[in-house]
């Protein structure tokens, strides 16, 4: 069974318009989350990474946040572009020192439509 | 800024031949890790290397080895190429250390088709 669940699997949205996409996790030991965009046939950029003690993390118009007591994350989107259409994975690390035992989800995909 | 750059950006190879996909991490990243994402799954870690040594390994099968060399770049070897070989083949790098602090960087992949 995954360790790292998405909510939606897809989503369309209109153009200028904000959204949320979830993340729950099982993986423990937890030492960070990580939200990645992954445009089609390319490698996964980081948007945000959050400890355990971090509540909240920006970058741009992308906000995580989490919840290590429930284990649950989201990626808020604001304003969307169209250039924001893209898979995004949320990805958890289980320890600082291990990058291979990374688990991913399966990621959100985001549409936006004009 | 330099990014992890992945030869070749595609290739197709037939049932039974070998392929070499190469990966150059970004200027001082010692640590690179290698990517298999098949059709709409997530990627599974093969194999990692630290400073060429192996550091860990995941789900790579025996008919592939991997390398890093001596300027850091890293390159993986796939032999007797089977059709569920098919796949997007990442490789990510970063600086040995705490996760936290040394972002994970990936290249955009090898896309391997096998017929």
Known sequence: KNQVEQSPQSLIILEG??????????VSPFSNLRWYKQDT????????????????????????????????????????????????ICVVSPSEDSWGKLQFGAGTQVVVTP | AAGVIQSPRHLIKEKRETATLKCYPIPRHDTVYWYQQGPGQDPQFLISFYEKMQSDKGSIPDRFSA?????????????????????????????????YNSPLHFGNGTRLTVT
């Open chain 1, 41 to 88: 046939g390319r490698g996964p950029v980081s948007l945000t990474i959050m400890t355990f003690s971090e509540n909240t993390k920006s970058n741009g118009r992308y906000t995580a946040t989490l919840d290590a007591d429930t284990k649950q994350s989201s990626l808020h989107i604001t304003a969307s572009q169209l250039s924001d259409s893209a898979s995004y």
């Open chain 2, 67 to 99: 390398q890093q060399f001596s300027d850091y770049h890293s390159e993986l070897n796939m032999s007797s190429l089977e059709l569920g070989d098919s796949a997007l083949y990442f490789c990510a790098s970063s600086t040995h250390g705490s996760s």
């Open chain 1, 17 to 26: 318009k904000n959204c949320t996409l979830q993340c729950n996790y099982t």
